[in-house]
């Protein structure tokens, strides 16, 4: 059967869903709920990057009130890749697996899972170092890590229930 070049049936379609994030250039996760997602380099400078997606993705899904959180988790997540995962790239993602919960993941080439890692020297020396994971708990409804077959997923849901944000 032939159908002519402006006959509907030939056109893509394209799903409600399917939304880039707005002035980063990143596609749509082919997941069976809305996500944005970008590959990064592992360096700290790509903290900005996946703030701008985070908060990109929550103002398009009328979260902005989790917006300044999921900035600050994805922040920490890119510092302990950059600090403790010898990745070359990291790949960020933001999903929205419930309506008002937001996920925000990191994904590298380590598969050791984060550790909390402050102690009473850094209490002495000043130093932050190992406070990430104290800041994700603080602000995540839940969290976790998953293995993968080529390295490992940090993840932190969030949302507005979560000490009275929104």
Sequence with gaps: MHLPPNN????????????TAPAL?????PLGHPAY???????????RRARLLVTAA?????????????ALVVSE?????????GS???RVQVSLPEPERIRVAVMDTSRTPPAHRATDADAETGTEDGRGLVVI??????????????????????????????
Excluded: F, M
Aim: with cysteine; hydrophobic share 35%.
């Design 37 to 47: 997602s970008q590959t990064l380099p592992c360096t700290p400078e790509s903290a």
């Design 8 to 19: 509907p049936a030939r056109r893509p379609v394209q799903s409600s869903r399917t939304r």
């Design 58 to 70: 929550c103002t398009a899904w009328g979260l902005p009130g989790l917006a300044d959180a999921a």
């Design 25 to 29: 250039g990143a596609a749509p996760s």
């Design 137 to 166: 708990e603080a602000l995540a409804d839940r969290w976790g890590t998953e293995l993968l077959r080529r390295g490992k997923r940090v993840y932190v849901e969030l949302c507005p229930e979560k000490d009275g944000r929104e």
């Design 77 to 85: 997540l890119i510092g302990n890749s950059v600090r403790h995962s």
């Design 88 to 90: 070359r790239l990291v």
